[in-house]
């Protein structure tokens, strides 16, 4: 174990020279062994050239590791968690404890989930920002390499859309990314100047979308296909090293908590889920969401991605002859069931949203449906699972259609006023541009930020027009 540790240490520093002083404090196992490596893994900087890519830094496995063996741990001394502020005196901890309370409360009350990570978060970031001034601190050397990653790689590695340039903002037609950017930035400014009034902090905005950009990139997911339901018991926590290994849908590697007693240390444990080749890379899942959220948190996209969905407001102004027949009958079935919007769905793009069926058959219940089917007016909101009748099926179809079709054409005029045409010219064919209407040509595009932008407006494209194939074909099969 102490030879692999050696070897992957002085391979890495020489390497990746700035990478010396945060390994040698990890791999530091004079007097306590916080770093245990028990399969042979090297450092690389990983890129992928045929879909001109650069994800940074990752772990590739050197040797055949097996299923369910333990790849490496790391000591959660040698971790940023929000459980802890390490260096904080008794005083000084109940008055971060109770800031970021009020802050957190101020955002999340009603969200619990939320509540209990941006609290955790906060109390990373202060541990980050006074961690990272002083080398005697003792989380420095990870804290001042992950500041010093962060800025010094700027122009290298792709970011999050609150640090693109005004092009690139400019050439967003997604309205709901544009939406999700701006509330971000005012979110971050809001709570920036919450810990100002504070006096937590004495760091400007950009500081804190700086600070908060590296800890929510970096903190590990333990229940990565439950990534918007955060688990209140489980631990907001940045490790080194194990933040080097990068995303995959299909990963050969998961995160868990191990503890052992007889040395009363706590670790972070690396263990291979699948069998690993020599050469091939360590990947864990982030978690089981959409492109633009991988994009606010990470600063990338997936090439696929099951996960992605789009938000779709329903109007059905023009449709008032239908959806007023038995209006008592579809307001009581619709306050029954909780937790539910009437006019915002959510739609996919490999599958089909239920609710949004449901929904829609309830809307177009006609005064001819209740009359042939009596049972109706006894129904709850999960029995229009199925076709209620042939019209009603006819009428959702053709609603559904006309509504999509009119968020594409919306898509299609907006973008020909927002896109920058030099950004997207073929640098093989001058005069011609990439293909806007899928992702087949989009690794043209140089600039990795302006890729990513049009990657999630051309993924919304997607989802509706693979909505509407669905909606068509379930027309023609019941006309």
Sequence with gaps: MQKLTQGFL????QNYPKTQNVLQWVCDNKKTIRFRLFSEIELKSINDPLKNINKGLGLVSQQEIQAGSEVFLVSTEKSITGLELVGSDRIKAYEINDSVTKIASKY???NPYQFYYIQNVLKIITQLNVHSKFETMQLYPYADYLLKYFLDNANEIPKNPLYWDTNTIKGIYSSYLASLISSTHSQFQSITEDLYNNRLFGFVFQDFCNYMSIVRSRNLNFLPEQPKHFDINSVVIMTPVVDWINHSFQPNCRVTGTYFEHENESYVCVKAIKDILPGEELTLNYGNMPNYDFLMKYGFVNQINEFNEFGLNLNFDNYLEYTSQQFELKQKIFKIQKDFTLDRFVIYQNKINKDLLRTLRIYFISDQDVFNNTEISTYMFNDFDKQISTQNEVQLCKYMINILNQEKQKYIKNRQSTLDYNKI???????????????????LIQDQNYRNMLHICIEEQIVIDNNIKFFTKMLEKVQ
Excluded: F
């Excluded at 002085?10 to 520093?13: D, L, N, R, T």
């Excluded at 010219?425 to 690794?443: A, P, S």
């Design 425 to 443: 010219e073929r640098q093989d064919k001058k005069g011609l541009i990439i293909d806007i209407d899928t992702l087949n040509e989009i690794h």
């Design 108 to 110: 999340y009350e009603k």
């Design 10 to 13: 002085q391979k890495s520093i």
